[in-house]
Antibody, heavy 124, light 107 residues
Framework: EVQVLESGGGLVQPGGSLRLSCAAS????????MSWVRQAPGKGLEWVSA????????YYADSVKGRFTISRDNSKNTLYLQMSSLRAEDTAVYYC?????????????????WGQGTLVTVSS | SYEVTQPPSVSVSPGQTASITCSGE??????VCWYMQKSGQSPVLVIY???KRPSGIPERFSGSNSGNTATLTISGTQALDEADYYC??????????FGGGTKLTVL
């Protein structure tokens, strides 16, 4: 059974940093791209970042480019999101999601499995 | 950036057919997928590549994409289908682009 489990969320002050983790199981982690998608309280879904199966390709939404860094450790079946220079508008539930292909960036890209999410609150 | 637009809400009576639209420029040139998100839960993929259903998704869920509009159709809608539904397309300049979501109410 495919499972992805996020952790690392919490309360952080504006300008601060936080690292999210996503532990994956039930599939060959290194064969698939992975992504982060967030949802602000009461709002819709927003794609944040993605990384190819081998980690060589990384992609970011304009809203986080230069502030967030996605990475993965295939030996630990774990995905990460390093967030810095956090702003109030980054407050959201952050979901880890699996992409059903090795590479990200194709016309048919979608997310076939999602975690339960971890809440990040940016406030003083 | 590429944007897709959904109606904020759709209502349907139990047993009837619900249609939720997703609009975007030349949307038929892109693959569209749909997610269902029940209150307090994570999104679940219900349609991908315009018309395909993942395993475990009931046959009453179907999708289409033509021109500038993609449509999610739920036939014989049940109370348990009440949820927020999001469409998503992919664009080389934007990455994954989600619609704003449609709240489906089963009256």
């Amino acid at each position: 059974e495919v499972q992805v489990l996020e952790s690392g969320g919490g309360l952080v002050q504006p300008g601060g940093s936080l690292r999210l983790s996503c532990a994956a199981s039930g599939f060959t982690f290194s064969n698939y791209a992975m992504s982060w998608v967030r949802q602000a309280p009461g709002k819709g879904l927003e794609w944040v970042s993605a990384i190819s199966g081998g980690g060589g390709g990384t992609y970011y939404a304009d809203s986080v480019k230069g502030r967030f860094t996605i990475s993965r450790d295939n030996s630990k079946n774990t995905l990460y999101l390093q967030m810095s220079s956090l702003r109030a508008e980054d407050t959201a539930v952050y979901y880890c999601a699996k992409v059903p292909s090795y590479d990200y960036g194709g016309n048919s890209d979608h997310f076939d499995y999602w975690g339960q999410g971890t809440l990040v609150t940016v406030s003083s | 950036s590429y944007e897709v637009t959904q109606p904020p809400s759709v209502s349907v009576s139990p047993g009837q057919t619900a249609s939720i639209t997703c609009s975007g420029e030349k949307l038929e040139d892109k693959y569209v997928c749909w997610y269902m998100q029940k209150s307090g839960q994570s999104p679940v993929l219900v349609i991908y590549q315009d018309t395909k259903r993942p395993s475990g998704i009931p046959e009453r869920f179907s999708g289409s994409n033509s021109g500038n509009t993609a449509t999610l159709t739920i036939s014989g809608t049940q109370a348990l289908d009440e949820a927020d539904y999001y469409c998503q397309a992919w664009d080389s300049s934007t990455g994954a682009s989600f619609g704003g979501g449609t709240k489906l109410t089963v009256l």
